[in-house]
C-alpha cells in the first residue's frame, strides 16, 4: 500500500468563530456589538442576527487567566528563522522517511531497561538527520537520544533530536510515535518539528507541526491554535509515565485518578512530542509529565507555545528545556491544572525527590 510524508505547505486558514474568555473584548479594532451565545462571548463589527454565530477571522493570542513566562528564544541568532525552520524540518524529515521505509518490517529490538527498549530504527533515523544537521551547520552543538552529546560546546546552538519519540508503540506497529527534532539558541527554543505517525499497520502517514520563535506553529502548513476549553470538567488530558516506578511515578498514578474522576478523561499514548502537538493543534487541552529530557521537550514545548499554549514545571516554576518536569495547557486551565498538580510535586521536592536540571553540556551559554 502506499505510504507518503506531508511535508508543511502554506496553506490559509479558515475563519472561526471567536471565543475569549469570560469579560474578555479582544482587542482587535472597534468591535460595536457581542453577545452571549451558549456560554460564550461572540463578536462582530455590524448588527446581530438573532443567535446566529457570528463569523470572524480569529486571532493568534487568548490571554490566559495569569501570564506565565514565554520560554522560547527571543531570537534565532545570526542564522536567519526560516533557514534554521527550514533545516530542522529537512532533518525530521530525512528522519521520519527511515522510520517509514521500516514501520512495516519485523524489528531488531534492544534493551536499555527492563521495559525501555531501542530498535536499529531509532540508530538509523537518528543517523540520517545528524548527517542533515552536519551538512548544514558543522559547527553546531548536538544531545541526540541514541548518541548523546556530539560537535561543539562553545555553539550557542544546540539540537535535539529524538530520532523516535515512542519506540516501544513503534516496535508494537501501534500509533503514537514520532520523529522529533527541535534547536535552541542560547538553551531556548528557536525552531521545531515534530513528524507524527499516524494510522496503523499497513495505512501509516505522517503529519508535520513546525514553529519557529515568534513565527507561529503549523500542521502540514496550516496555522493551528490551542483549544479554548476553560473548564476542567469539559476537558480531555494527557500524561505519560516513564520507566522508572518510583516516587514520582506513584504521585502521577494519583494525578492520572484525580484527573479521570473530574475532567471528560486522561489520555496515555507514549510519546512526549506527540502529545505536546496535539495540545498545539486544540484537540487536547493539557498535558503533564515527570522525568523527561531535553530531546522529548525541545520541540513540543515551542510548538505548544507558538500556537498560543503556555508551558511550566509542574511545580508552576518558570520552565527551561533542561527541567525535569512540564506542565503545559490551552493557557485558559494552566492555573486550575496546577491547582491540583503543584502541591503533590512542591512535596515531592521537599521529601527530596530531585528535580534540579537534568543536564546542560558543560561551557554551552545558556540565557538562564
Known amino acids: 500500500m502506499a505510504r507518503s510524508l506531508l511535508l508543511s505547505v502554506p496553506a490559509p486558514m479558515r475563519p472561526r468563530l471567536l471565543r475569549g474568555p469570560r469579560g474578555f473584548i ?3 479594532g472597534s468591535f460595536t456589538h457581542r453577545r452571549r451565545i451558549g456560554g460564550a462571548w461572540h463578536y462582530n463589527a455590524g448588527p446581530t442576527r438573532g443567535n446566529s454565530p457570528v463569523m470572524m477571522a480569529s486571532v493568534s493570542e487568548f490571554p490566559s487567566e495569569k501570564r506565565y513566562p514565554t520560554i522560547k528564544s527571543d531570537s534565532t541568532g545570526p542564522i536567519p528563522a526560516k533557514e534554521l525552520l527550514q533545516v530542522v524540518e529537512l532533518a525530521a524529515k530525512t528522519g521520519a522517511e527511515v522510520v517509514m521505509e521500516n514501520v512495516d518490517k519485523p524489528r531488531n529490538i534492544i ?9 536499529d530504527t531509532d540508530k538509523m533515523s537518528e543517523a540520517a538527520i545528524l548527517d542533515v544537521v552536519r551538512k548544514n551547520f558543522k559547527d553546531h552543538l ?13 555553539s550557542e546552538y544546540l539540537w535535539c533530536i529524538d530520532p523516535l519519540d515512542g519506540t516501544t508503540n513503534f516496535a508494537h506497529g501501534y500509533p503514537s510515535f514520532a ?5 535552541l539558541f542560547r538553551g531556548k527554543p528557536a525552531a521545531a518539528s515534530v513528524v507524527e505517525f499516524v494510522g496503523g499497520a499497513l495505512c501509516w502517514n505522517t503529519r508535520t507541526f513546525t514553529a519557529s520563535a515568534g513565527g507561529g506553529a503549523f500542521c502540514n502548513g496550516q496555522k493551528i491554535h490551542v483549544s479554548q476549553t476553560d473548564q476542567v470538567e469539559r476537558s480531555l488530558l494527557v500524561t505519560g509515565f516513564g520507566y522508572e516506578h518510583d516516587e514520582a511515578w506513584a504521585t502521577n498514578i494519583d ?4 484527573f479521570t474522576d473530574i475532567s471528560r478523561g486522561v489520555r496515555r499514548l507514549g510519546a512526549a512530542a506527540v502529545d505536546m502537538s496535539h495540545v498545539a493543534l486544540g484537540i487536547v487541552d493539557g498535558y503533564w509529565e515527570y522525568r523527561l529530557k531535553p530531546w522529548d ?5 515551542l510548538i505548544v507555545e507558538e500556537a498560543g499554549g503556555t508551558v511550566t514545571r509542574m511545580d508552576g516554576g518558570e520552565f527551561t528545556v533542561f527541567d525535569r518536569s512540564v506542565l503545559v495547557s490551552n493557557g485558559f486551565l494552566h492555573g486550575k491544572l496546577l491547582e491540583r498538580i503543584s502541591p503533590p ?4 521536592m521537599n521529601d527530596g525527590i530531585n528535580f534540579s ?3 546542560k553540556p558543560e561551557n554551552y551559554t545558556a540565557d538562564f
Open 255 to 258: 494525578l492520572f485518578k484525580e
Open 26 to 28: 479582544p482587542s482587535m
Open 357 to 359: 536540571r537534568w543536564f
Open 142 to 154: 548536538i544531545l541526540g537520544e541514541e548518541g548523546g552529546l556530539i560537535g561543539d560546546t562553545s
Open 179 to 183: 520523529v522529533s527534532v527541535g534547536i
Open 297 to 301: 521537550l525541545a520541540a513540543g514545548v
Open 345 to 348: 510535586t512542591e512535596k515531592l
Open 111 to 119: 534493551y536499555k531497561g527492563i521495559t525501555d527498549l531501542v530498535t
